[in-house]
């Protein structure tokens, strides 16, 4: 692992939203092309199209396929060669199908070998739709795509917290019914998982939220807390799993609690967003843990209303390859250590001395 430069593959997203925008900005300074050796899947037209309408300077070298990316440059590999039909702001069919094209070859690299984390740009979900992309986001297509039969886990995460989700896009009327005790558990397992193997933490802390105000008030407006929630902190307690809870989420950002733990774990989307995008600015991360794949994001969208006008701050898609290559050498270390493990010897109850005995 020592010297090794990561293989950044990255996708150029929707091309009428800010992606390229972040993209050329975030590359436009030299030390990221010598952190590591990225690779865009892109459109070479319509990479020069926002170049020249942002009046950016940053260039990138054109490969034929992965193999070929050197170090010190962003690297292209073109998905598409024609012209894309590019309207600043709005939403159009050939639009989702680029980001479609970008997203299938970067994954095909990755199957292969070709890369060793994603990196992608915001895509607009409902251009994308098709009979290749039937999903409601990124987390779930790579689940699909790269899970390997494992759970993916979406955490917004920043520098002041990470936050993951039981559910996440999900229209708020069928939140509840999708909440399981066991659903929580998983949940909190992988939280745990990834806070100890991407992050580095020994002993995470993770506290729960609830679903309902003031925790349903004992049963008075909703009784999720006490069937559900609360009886899944217990189980993974007496699993050895350090979470806590439940709390209401508005004393619990309000007042600053998310500061005493590593992990915070929401009901739904927006409970945890909100809070999340309030509190992180523009240093915000979305990374998809449980997967084999090191997948992560900028914690914004497409950004239509000041696409194209070279207003995007490219900080958040800085960051998100900044944590794409921390979390990928921290399973490189965590792999290591745990590869030889010492033979647990056993005891041989059969022997009265109670002396351990080698088999």
Partial sequence: MEGKKIRVGITHGDVSGIGYEVILKTFAYPMMCEMCIPILYGSPKAATYHRKMLNLTTNFAMINQASDAQEG??????????????????????????????????????????????????????????????????????????????????????????????????????????????????????FNTSLKSDFTISIPRIAVLSLNPHCGDNGLIGSEEKDIIKPAIDSMRKRGVQCFGPYPADGFFGAGVYSSFDGILAMYHDQGLTAFKTLSADDGVNFTAGLPIVRTSPDHGVAY?????????????????YVALDVWRNRQIDKEAYANPLKIIPRDKGRKDGREQIE
């Fill in 305 to 321: 209303d000041i696409a194209g006008k070279g207003e995007a701050n490219e900080n958040s898609f800085r960051q998100a390859i």
């Fill in 73 to 190: 440059r962003l690297n292209m590999i073109s998905v598409y060669d024609e012209e894309v039909k590019i309207d600043f702001g709005t939403p159009n069919p050939e639009c989702g199908k680029v980001a479609m094209l970008s997203l299938e070859r970067a994954i095909k690299d990755y199957k292969e070998g070709n890369i060793d984390v994603l990196v992608t740009a915001p895509i607009n979900k409902a251009s994308m739709q098709s009979s290749n992309f039937n999903f409601v986001g990124h987390t779930e297509y790579l689940e699909h795509e790269v899970g390997e039969g494992n759970e993916a886990l979406m955490i917004l995460m920043s520098p002041m917290m990470k936050v993951a989700l039981v559910t996440t896009h999900l229209p708020i009327k069928e939140v509840s019914a999708n909440l399981t005790q066991a659903k929580i558990e998983k949940k909190i397992d992988i």
